[in-house]
């Protein structure tokens, strides 16, 4: 984990984030430029909010010629860490850990890596994609012997906050939650949330 | 759509979304209750706060008697407006499309019917859970026809406006935006965006 203090902000990450899949489609053309102005407005920020993401990424860009698209994405991918193939443990491979075995291949293109899935119960589950799906009880050695830091988390709720403490307990420092309730983390460890019924439900409200 | 003047804030339409969830763990005796106190604490939330979004609700609990769990529930349900199946159209069935049709169970178990698949190659995608998966140019009277409010939407990022614009003109009212980009969309309608691959980005920055 690095250090809090030379971190970006959590929510310039997202938006550098975005900028990187913004360029994604306009870099066809060899030498090609963007101007921060032509960036922004894909992106539905700022030019001031963009140049001041983009510092984050140390100097790049000159005054008055825009951004070199190929120089720029390459820097916020070394930036963003996905240079690499990343590796991931997904735990639950209930209906939702199933789906998301499922989309594999989605998650690789975006230069991560599921290398296995763990369950109470793995002679149940249906292995999907050739991603071994293993026990509980085989998930700290796992994670330890082959240094994985981060894990997607699909258990049901009532047994989300045990899981997540072994999780944190063996290593893993990011958490991507698909799980229904807040967890409990120590310093130094992130997770981010992602609740399809409550997105559902709160969209639900809307239309009524 | 509702008047916006009625409209709750959206955040406080998603903690409603949390305490009923969390509510679901309780709710195993009859007549039991819960105190503002505990139930802001499982939830995350300080206890002026839960009061304060539970009066969205209209006036319900008696001061130092907590609140009845089951009654509660029932009045977060009816706020909510997910006391009845709402039928959902989902568009793009391909690697995250058909992984969220495989999770159709999760949906209709929180209140939603994914009631069929939108696809430009509907003969390519395997159907799932048997959900019909129908071409394109039957989207929009599929709509008009059993006026349906919601879609999931997981197109690829350079067709998603485009797919968005033709929902819009349809009669859909919110949509679940699970493809890359920021849609532009008119008054009146509402987004939720989920992007898997840019949550685990964001995640990844964090443990290099």
Same mark, same amino acid.
């Given at each position: 984990?690095?250090?809090? =203090?030379?971190?970006? +902000?959590?929510?310039?990450?997202?938006?550098?984030?975005?900028?990187?899949?913004?360029?994604?489609?306009m870099?066809?053309?060899?030498? #090609?430029?963007?101007?921060? !102005?032509?960036?922004?407005?894909?992106?539905?920020?700022?030019?001031?909010?963009?140049?001041?993401?983009? #510092?984050?990424?140390?100097? /790049?860009?000159k005054?008055?010629? *825009?951004?070199?698209?190929?120089?720029?994405?390459?820097?916020?991918? !070394?930036? &963003? $860490?996905?240079t690499?193939?990343?590796?991931v443990?997904?735990?639950?491979? *209930?209906?939702?850990?199933?789906?998301?075995?499922?989309?594999?291949e989605?998650?690789?293109? !975006?230069?991560?890596?599921?290398?296995? #899935?763990?369950?109470?119960?793995?002679? =149940?589950?249906?292995?999907? =994609? @050739?991603?071994?799906?293993? +026990?509980m009880?085989? &998930?700290?050695?796992?994670?330890?012997?082959? $240094?994985? =830091?981060? #894990?997607?988390?699909?258990? +049901? @709720?009532?047994?989300?906050?045990?899981?997540?403490?072994?999780?944190?307990?063996?290593? /893993?420092?990011? /958490?991507?939650?698909?799980?229904?309730?807040?967890?409990? /983390?120590?310093?130094?460890?992130?997770?981010?949330?992602?609740?399809?019924?409550? !997105?559902?439900?709160? &969209?639900?409200?809307?239309?009524?």
């Open positions: 984990m690095k250090d809090k =203090k030379d971190l970006i +902000p959590r929510k310039a990450v997202y938006r550098l984030s975005l900028y990187n899949r913004c360029l994604e489609h870099a066809d053309k060899n030498g #090609a430029t963007v101007s921060s !102005e032509a960036l922004a407005k894909i992106a539905g920020v700022k030019p001031t909010q963009l140049r001041k993401d983009l #510092a984050y990424c140390g100097p /790049i860009g005054r008055g010629l *825009g951004y070199d698209i190929t120089a720029l994405r390459q820097r916020l991918t !070394e930036t &963003l $860490g996905t690499r193939l990343q590796p443990v997904l735990i639950g491979a *209930g209906n939702l850990g199933s789906a998301l075995l499922q989309y594999e989605g998650f690789a293109k !975006e230069g991560f890596e599921i290398t296995a #899935a763990f369950d109470l119960h793995p002679k =149940k589950r249906a292995s999907r =994609k @050739g991603v071994p799906i293993l +026990p009880a085989q &998930l700290a050695k796992f994670i330890a012997v082959r $240094g994985i =830091k981060m #894990a997607i988390l699909c258990v +049901p @709720g009532f047994t989300a906050q045990e899981v997540c403490n072994l999780l944190v307990a063996s290593g /893993i420092q990011a /958490i991507l939650n698909f799980s229904p309730i807040l967890l409990q /983390i120590p310093p130094g460890v992130a997770v981010n949330n992602v609740n399809l019924a409550m !997105e559902l439900e709160n &969209l639900s409200y809307f239309i009524q």
